[in-house]
């Protein structure tokens, strides 16, 4: 993998360890988004997935976030971002909504980054950003109740993390690539 690639279709994935060894998958029961291994560590049991129209002066296009909190749509619309919640936000440059069951088929976008951040006890913050990997998106609905869905094999040094997602809209008019970049606090 030399960068993130934007793909049509569904990705074939098996996230493995060195010794080949697979992952299991980690999502609450009744999610339609999972992430299978980890980044330092840190794992992601996902309990919310959102899609985040993304429209600033320098980036355009959709973030998906994932996170172990529920709530986060909200907490985003609000200013108040569940600062606490280990995420991984996926940013897809120039995805644009797209008719059911169509894609424009992509290779390597510029711009494109998976941004994992996992926080401590203390309001300790630890973030890992990657530009190496896949996201394969299915269908990009962004509208009141739709959902955007895909897949994602993402590589942060020698962590590989992959999974599925079905994220919901959040209306929240987000400016940049990582939206918890602009609310994120701990209180």
């Known amino acids: 993998m030399s960068a993130i690639a934007v793909v049509g279709g ?3 994935l098996a996230a493995c360890n060195d010794a080949g060894e697979s992952f299991g998958s980690r999502s609450e029961p009744g999610s339609d988004s999972i992430v299978v291994g980890d980044v330092r560590g840190e794992d992601l049991v996902v309990h919310e997935a959102i899609a985040v129209r993304v429209d600033g002066p320098s980036a355009h296009g959709v973030a998906i976030i994932l996170t172990d909190r529920p709530g986060m ?3 985003l619309r609000d200013d108040a971002a569940l ?6 936000t996926l940013f897809v440059p120039d995805a644009l909504p797209t008719e059911k069951g169509s894609i424009d088929a ?6 494109s980054e998976a941004t994992f ?6 309001c300790e913050e630890k973030t ?4 190496l990997g896949e996201v394969a998106l299915d269908a990009v609905e962004l509208e ?6 895909g897949t994602f094999d993402v590589a942060f040094d020698a962590d590989r ?3 599925k997602f079905a994220a919901l809209y959040c209306d929240v008019g987000a400016t940049s690539p990582n939206p918890l970049d602009e609310t994120a606090r701990c209180d």
């Open 144 to 149: 009141p109740g739709q959902r955007t869905s």
């Open 83 to 88: 600062a606490t919640a280990n995420t991984l």
């Open 73 to 75: 749509c909200g907490a």
């Open 10 to 12: 569904l990705l074939s």
């Open 117 to 122: 951040t996992a926080w401590e006890p203390g």
């Open 128 to 131: 890992y950003v990657s530009t």
């Open 161 to 163: 993390i992959g999974g």
């Open 106 to 111: 992509r290779s390597w976008i510029s711009g």
